[in-house]
């Protein structure tokens, strides 16, 4: 027995098991597919987050400038209402006089 | 020897660039180009099918990740088997492979004769034995044809420590089967 030959045959390649590059390219496949989906939800949820946040910053500035412009307006009826009664004070002095 | 799978061969580097720019069925044919070897390489280092195929699915998979640092089909060759050297001894390291005992390896040896057609089997099973560098070096040599110095580079070690662990591999190996020089 040549020792060497027989252990180049006893090392001889073997045949991978069927459906191996399968088994493999499934396994690139799926964590691609999950990370891609991964990332579509993420990105969805961004999106989502973005919108209903500016939506109620609107909202907030928009309830805040009703606000202002409602204080605005009663400040200056108040204002008015002091001069109309200053005015009238004024003319019942000037009609006695 | 003859150099059953020389680590230099003319390459067609097409399936590897297609493979990189992400085309799925490139890869596909350069897992198949290669399965065999990788599978081959785990396969005589752990004698065991299923955890064999289970590295050869992770080289594969790490190969997948890494294939932009690729740059020819001999660069693939040579990643591979380093790659595969590399999980085989982690997987050794992790202490999951069966260890072949004295006992049953020199049940096995007594049985061996020159005509014993489950010699070859036989001697796989032997290659259990020897310490994990020696059996990549053996591996190396023999299955896939490499010259001591091509071993070194896969496995990533100085020439004489290839050429002392094919040395000592080999007279264990002799000694366990019966063999006389």
Known sequence: MNFEDELQRALARKSAPDGFADRVLSRIETPRHQKSWTLRRIAAAIVITASLGGLTAHQIIEHRRIEEGERARRELMTALHIASAKMRVAQRAVVHD | ?181
């Open chain 2, 1 to 181: 020897m003859s150099a059953a799978a020389p680590l230099l061969f003319p390459t067609n580097d097409a399936n590897l660039h297609r493979a990189a720019d992400g085309d799925h069925d490139a890869f596909g044919a350069l897992i198949r180009e290669h399965q065999d070897m990788v599978f081959s390489i785990a396969w005589h280092f752990l004698h065991d099918r299923d955890r064999a195929e289970e590295i050869a699915q992770e080289v594969f998979l790490q190969l997948y990740r890494g294939l932009g640092e690729i740059e020819s089909n001999a660069h693939l060759t040579f990643w591979l088997r380093r790659v595969t050297a590399n999980r085989c001894i982690d997987e050794s390291r992790r202490g999951r492979w069966r260890i072949v005992t004295l006992d049953e390896a020199n049940d096995v040896a007594r049985d061996a004769d020159d005509t014993d057609p489950l010699l070859t089997r036989k001697l796989g099973q032997m290659l259990q034995r020897l310490p994990a560098q020696q059996r990549l070096a053996i591996t190396m040599r023999y299955q896939e044809g490499l010259e001591p110095f091509e071993i070194g580079a896969v496995l990533d070690m100085p020439l004489n420590t290839v050429k002392s662990h094919l040395r000592r591999g080999l007279e264990a190996l002799r000694e366990w089967m019966g063999v006389k020089r």
